[in-house]
C-alpha cells in the first residue's frame, strides 16, 4: 500500500509486515535488504518504524506479505522497539554465545562516544581481530571471514570502542551486569596492528632517543612528516620509512668520519650506455638521447639525503673539467616510490630556474640560479631493481653545501636573507599559485627544490599546499631586499644586521622587471583528451579533474582533424555545449577575447585561459 504526497514523492509503505516513512540518513548508509550503499542528500531512504531498518525505495516491494512476525524478528535481532530511536550497547545486551556487538541503523552509542561510520553487523565472540587502519581513528574488525571498517570521530572514541571489545570479550558467560563503566586495562588481548596514535607514539620515542645527534632541521623534518601523516597524505609504512631514515642520517652523521672531496677523475668503472632524458622548457617537452657515462656505484655514495643517495658519475660527452655529475637514486626504503617521480623532480626544477630568472631580472644584491637536472635510464641488461633502472642526475657543485630553509618552515640557524627572500617574491610573482622551499646548494647556486602549490596538487608528496605557505610565513621576516623588490611585508621588518641588502639609491619596489607571470607559460601545451592534463597543469590552471575532462571532450568534439584547435565559428558551439550564458551581441566580443592572435582559429591552451581569466 502507498500513499503519494504532490511533489514530494512517496513518503508512506507497507510491505512485508513493515510501515515504512521516508528518512534523512546523517551518514553513510547500507540498505538492509540489497546491501548496496544508499545515495542521495536528503531523505535517502525509506526506514521501517518498529525495527528501524533502513533500505532503498526500490527495495520495498521485494517484502512480500503482510506477515508481521518478520517486523517483529527484525526489531528482536537488533533490539529496537517501536519507540526507540538509539541502541546502546550494554553488557546486558550481550549474549557471549551469540554476538559480541549488535550495529543497528549505522550508529552505535557507547557511554563516551559514538561512531560514525559503521556496517549493519554481527560479530561472533570468538576469533575477533582489530586491525588499525590508515584513516585516522579507522578499524577493521575482522570475524571469520567477515571484515567490516568502522571510523571515528575522535580519538576518545576509538578508544572506547577497544576498551568495550576487550571487556564484552573478558565477561563470564553468565554475566547480564548493565553498568556501563568501561575498564581501562583490557582483560583479553587483541591481535591488532598498531593505531595511527601508537605509530606517532613509537617515532615520538625513537626521536627522544636520538635528540642528541638530530639537528633543528631533522626536528622540522620529522615534524613535517607527522603532519602529512596525520592529513593522510602519508600511510603507515611511508611515515614510518621517512622518519627512520631521518634518524638513521642523523645517526650515521654524528659517528661519520671526514669525508674526503671524490677525485671524479681517478675512480674505477666502466663506460656505460644510458638514455638521458632533458626537458625542454620553452617547448614543454621531453627530448630523449644517448649518451656514454661512468657511474661509480661500487663504491660509497658521493653524499646522502633522507631519502636518496648521491654516486660519482662522469659524462664522456662533455669536455674535461665539465664532466663531473652527480646522479641520485631512492634509497631502498623508499623503493615503492613512484619512479616517475625522477621526471617530476625535473619539471620541478626547471620551473624554479623560470622563476629565478624572473628574480633576477629585478637585480637583487645577489642573483640566484638552478643547476640543470635531466634522468638518465640504464639498460635493461643490467637487470636492476625498478628503482634503480632510473637516475635523476645534475652538475656537481664544488664548496660547501647549506640548507637555507626546508618545506616546513625552517630556517638555518645562518638565515641568508636571498633565499628567503627568493621563496616570498617565488610566491608572490606568481599571484599565489606556487612557493618555491627547500632552498639548498652551494652559495646561491641552488639544487633540490620543493613547490608548494595553492591547492596541494603535483609536484610530489613534499607539497605541503597552502599549510606549506603558512609555515613558510610563519618564521619568515621580511627585510630591505623585500621592500626593493616590492613584495607584501607580512610581518615585522627584519633587521639589516650582518646580511645582504640593497644597495644605496635603490627605494622601495624601484626593480622594474620585464618578465610577467603568465599561466601558459608554466602549463604544457594541453591537448583536448580526457586525462591528458598532470596534476601540476591543474594545479596551475585552477581547474578540477571533472572540469577540464568535460571541456576537452565537448572541444575534441569539434575538432575534426585532431590539430587541437577549433574555428572561431564553433565557438558558439562550444559554448552552448558547456552551457554557458551570453548574448549574440556580446558573441563579436568574445571572438577576439578568446582568439588573441587573431588567426581564425582557437587552440585547446588559449581556450581554457580564457575560460579561466587568465593570460
Given amino acids: ?85 538509539k541502541f546502546r550497547a550494554t553488557r546486558a545486551d550481550v549474549n557471549r ?48 571471514a567477515k571484515k567490516h571498517r568502522w571510523y571515528f570521530k575522535r580519538e576518545d572514541e576509538f578508544r572506547t570502542f577497544l576498551r ?173 616510490d613512484d619512479p616517475q617521480g625522477y621526471y617530476v623532480d625535473v619539471e620541478m626544477q626547471a620551473v624554479c630556474q623560470a622563476i629565478a630568472k624572473a628574480f633576477n631580472e629585478h637585480k637583487p644584491p645577489k642573483e640566484v640560479s638552478f643547476v640543470d637536472a635531466y634522468v638518465i635510464k640504464r639498460a635493461s641488461s643490467l637487470a636492476l631493481p625498478p628503482h634503480r633502472e632510473l637516475m635523476s642526475v645534475e652538475k656537481y657543485i664544488p664548496g660547501k653545501y647549506h640548507k637555507y630553509n626546508n618545506n616546513y618552515g625552517y630556517v638555518s640557524v645562518s638565515d641568508r636573507n636571498t633565499p628567503q627572500v627568493f621563496s616570498h617574491f617565488s610566491w608572490e610573482y606568481t599571484k599565489g599559485k606556487i612557493m618555491v622551499v627547500d632552498i639548498q646548494g652551494v652559495d646561491d647556486i641552488y639544487t633540490d627544490p620543493q613547490i608548494h602549490t595553492a591547492d596541494g596538487r603535483g609536484y610530489g608528496i613534499g607539497n605541503c599546499g597552502k599549510e606549506g605557505f603558512d609555515k613558510f610565513f610563519e618564521t619568515h621576516k621580511c627585510c630591505s631586499i623585500c621592500q626593493y623588490l616590492g613584495l607584501k611585508e607580512l610581518k615585522n621588518m627584519k633587521a639589516d644586521v650582518g646580511g645582504t641588502v640593497i644597495p644605496a639609491g635603490r627605494s622601495r619596489g624601484s626593480a622594474k622587471p ?41 572541444f575534441a568534439a569539434l575538432d575534426g582533424e585532431s590539430s587541437g584547435e577549433i574555428e572561431v565559428g564553433d565557438l558558439v558551439r562550444l559554448l552552448d555545449a558547456l552551457k554557458f550564458e551570453y548574448t549574440v551581441t556580446r558573441v563579436d566580443e568574445l571572438i577576439p577575447a578568446v582568439d588573441k592572435n587573431g588567426d581564425g582559429m582557437i587552440s585547446f591552451m588559449e581556450f581554457l585561459l580564457w575560460w579561466k581569466g587568465m593570460e
Fill in 1 to 85: 500500500t502507498f500513499r503519494k504526497v504532490p511533489n514530494r514523492g512517496m513518503e508512506r509503505a507497507t510491505a512485508g509486515g513493515h510501515t515504512w516513512l521516508k528518512a534523512n540518513l546523517m551518514g553513510p548508509t547500507w540498505c538492509d535488504f540489497c546491501k548496496e550503499f544508499i545515495w542521495g542528500a536528503r531523505k535517502q531512504c525509506f526506514r521501517c518504524t518498529q525495527c528501524k531498518q533502513s533500505v532503498h525505495e526500490k527495495c520495498i516491494a521485494k517484502y512480500k506479505g503482510t506477515d508481521q512476525e518478520q517486523c517483529a524478528k527484525a526489531a528482536t535481532a537488533v533490539g529496537g522497539t517501536e519507540n526507540s530511536q
Fill in 97 to 144: 554465545s551469540d554476538t559480541v556487538l549488535e550495529v543497528f541503523n549505522n550508529r552505535l552509542e557507547f557511554a563516551y562516544g559514538s561512531v560514525i561510520h559503521m556496517k549493519k553487523a554481527s560479530f561472533p565472540l570468538t576469533s575477533i581481530t582489530v586491525n588499525a587502519l590508515g584513516h585516522k581513528f579507522g578499524v577493521e574488525v575482522q570475524a571469520g
Fill in 164 to 336: 568495550t571489545i576487550h571487556s564484552l570479550q573478558g565477561l563470564p558467560s553468565s554475566s547480564s551486569s548493565s553498568s556501563h563503566t568501561l575498564p581501562t586495562t583490557p582483560t583479553t588481548p587483541l591481535r591488532r596492528e598498531s593505531s595511527d596514535f601508537d605509530v606517532v607514539q613509537s617515532m615520538k620515542t625513537q626521536i627522544e632517543q636520538h635528540k642528541a645527534v638530530l639537528k633543528p632541521s631533522d626536528l622540522n623534518t620529522l615534524e613535517s612528516y607527522e603532519k602529512l601523516y596525520k592529513k593522510g597524505t602519508m600511510d603507515d609504512v611511508q611515515y614510518q620509512q621517512k622518519g627512520k631514515a631521518v634518524l638513521a642520517l642523523a645517526a650515521s652523521r654524528a659517528t661519520a668520519k671526514p669525508v674526503t672531496p671524490r677525485n671524479f677523475l681517478n675512480f674505477k668503472a666502466s663506460t656505460e650506455l644510458v638514455d638521458k632524458y632533458t626537458y625542454d622548457w620553452d617547448k614543454k617537452d621531453w627530448n630523449q638521447c644517448a649518451i656514454e657515462v661512468k657511474l661509480d656505484m661500487q663504491a660509497e655514495p658521493f653524499a646522502e639525503g633522507t631519502m636518496r643517495l648521491a654516486y660519482a658519475m662522469l659524462d664522456m660527452t662533455q669536455s674535461v673539467g665539465e664532466q663531473d655529475c652527480v646522479a641520485k637514486v631512492w634509497k631502498d626504503d623508499f623503493k615503492e
Fill in 514 to 554: 620585464t618578465t610577467q607571470f603568465r599561466v601558459s607559460d608554466f602549463c604544457k601545451k594541453l591537448q583536448p583528451r580526457r586525462g591528458s592534463a598532470t596534476e601540476e597543469d591543474l594545479s596551475c590552471l585552477d581547474l578540477s579533474r571533472k572540469d577540464f575532462d568535460e571541456i576537452a571532450t565537448h
